[in-house]
């Protein structure tokens, strides 16, 4: 097979309009809805594009989800094998994802999500005003949507207050897309450091919080080590914030180019859950998909699929499917079948966090409209610096005034 003739993956074709995931030229490159595609970093894979499809393949255990393994398509630089990186099950298969993925099921539950939800409404007005004293005009992204996450993360492991600035700049710096490897290895290591000593004392003292709960239930009965709880909560911290805090700045951005939507969310907050699940659609953060690789021979959407190759689940494509999404391109918040869409993935691996996340996208929103009524961006859509290599989609700055 003549692999550079195949249409180049990811799609990064800069487009003015950063609510278009996919070009309409790079449609029309695609062989069809099963389609052979040309990896950045050698090889090619099947680009997997309707919903019917992603759904099928997202629950087949016959694919891993493991980027270690030869043959495995890689869609980004990956670091060398970690040692420690003990928890990271959102890269694991079989029995062993299950054993963590079960050990978090509860606590990501809406009931325990509510719990935390008057944490997550004080992050986001104190962000937020925040934001008000510098400006106007201000960056969104790096007053509101970035710092909302971190900090949520904070409440939700049960870091003490003395330590969240020190949890905050040390998340800052390795979320930073212009943080050196060195730089980013030592917060890491910074990071670690400071949750090891916490789960240390909450051993000694639990109290409320996630990270106690994991220790005296999971770590003090032997079923999980004290590394392994370390980069679990590495991997929420990490999981949980670009995709966030994209979310949070595109939505701010999308509401802002759709006029009216803003004062309607104000005039009745009620409409958040709805108005969530359209943008999680619309948006889908996730904008190269999700890489898996066969470990035996599957059917897809009709094609053969042997042992060995790899295959990409492309939510974004799924999410504009016509069969499932009338008028898929049209930003419509009182779409009936939102709901359907797969921006949290599906089948093994869907997110874990999603209720959080909705949490707070939703009073993220809610808040945005009622402080800021005069909201405006400073740039037109087409000049807002966009992030089109990075893992999650997003804007680099959202500068706003009021
Ligand atoms: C709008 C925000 C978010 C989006 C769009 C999003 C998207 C996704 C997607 C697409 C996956 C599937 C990955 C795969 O199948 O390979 C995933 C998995 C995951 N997410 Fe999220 N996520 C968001 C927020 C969060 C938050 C807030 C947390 C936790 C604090 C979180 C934690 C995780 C974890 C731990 C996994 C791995 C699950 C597993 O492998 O079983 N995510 N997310």
Not at 45 to 62: E, F, P
Not at 240 to 263: R, V
Not at 355 to 371: G, N, W
Request: hydrophobic fraction near 45%; charged fraction near 25%.
């Amino acid at each position: 097979m003549d692999v550079a003739s195949l249409p180049a993956f990811p799609f990064i074709g800069p487009d003015d309009n950063p609510f278009i995931p996919v070009k309409g030229a790079d449609l029309e490159r695609l062989e069809g809805p099963v389609g052979k595609v040309r990896l950045p970093f050698g090889g090619w894979a099947w680009l997997i594009s309707r919903h019917d499809d992603v759904r099928q393949l997202l629950r087949h255990t016959g694919f891993s989800s493991d980027q270690y393994k030869t043959g495995f398509p890689i869609l980004n630089p990956i670091p060398p094998k970690q040692e420690d990186a003990s928890g990271l099950f959102i890269f694991m298969d079989g029995e062993e994802h299950s054993r963590f993925r079960r050990m978090l099921t509860a606590e990501f539950m809406i009931k325990n999500i509510r719990r935390i939800e008057p944490l997550i409404e004080e992050t986001v007005v104190q962000a937020l005003e925040r934001m008000r004293e510098i400006g106007p005009p201000a960056d969104l992204m790096n007053e509101f949507a970035l710092p909302v996450p971190s900090m949520t993360i904070c409440h939700l492991l049960g870091v003490p207050y003395s330590d969240h600035d020190f949890f905050q700049d040390h998340s800052r710096v390795i979320m930073d897309r212009n943080s050196g490897p060195e730089e980013t290895q030592a917060a890491l290591g910074a990071l670690a450091g400071l949750l090891g000593d916490l789960i240390k004392f909450k051993r000694a003292t639990p109290e409320d919080d996630l990270l106690s709960r994991l220790v005296v239930e999971r770590v003090d009965t032997g079923q999980l080590r004290e590394d392994e709880l370390v980069s679990l909560a590495m991997l929420l911290l990490v999981a949980g914030h670009e995709t966030t805090a994209n979310m949070i700045g595109l939505s701010a951005l999308a509401l802002l180019e759709h006029p009216g939507q803003l004062d309607a969310l104000r005039a009745d907050p009620s409409l958040a859950p709805g108005l969530v699940e359209e943008l999680l659609r619309y948006i889908t953060v996730v904008r190269t998909g999700l890489p898996r690789l066969a470990m035996e021979d599957a059917e897809i959407g009709g094609q053969q699929i042997k042992a060995g190759e790899g295959v990409v689940a492309m939510l974004s494509m799924a999410n504009r499917d016509h069969s499932v999404f009338e008028d898929p391109d049209d930003f419509d918040p009182k779409r009936r079948e939102a709901h359907r869409h797969m921006a949290f993935g599906f089948g093994l691996h869907q997110c874990i966090g999603q209720p959080l996340a909705r949490a707070e996208l939703r009073v993220a929103l809610v808040e945005l409209a009622r402080r800021f009524p005069n909201l405006r961006s400073e740039l037109k859509l087409a000049d807002v610096p966009q992030r089109p290599m990075a893992v999650t989609f997003g804007v680099a700055e959202l500068p706003v005034t009021w």
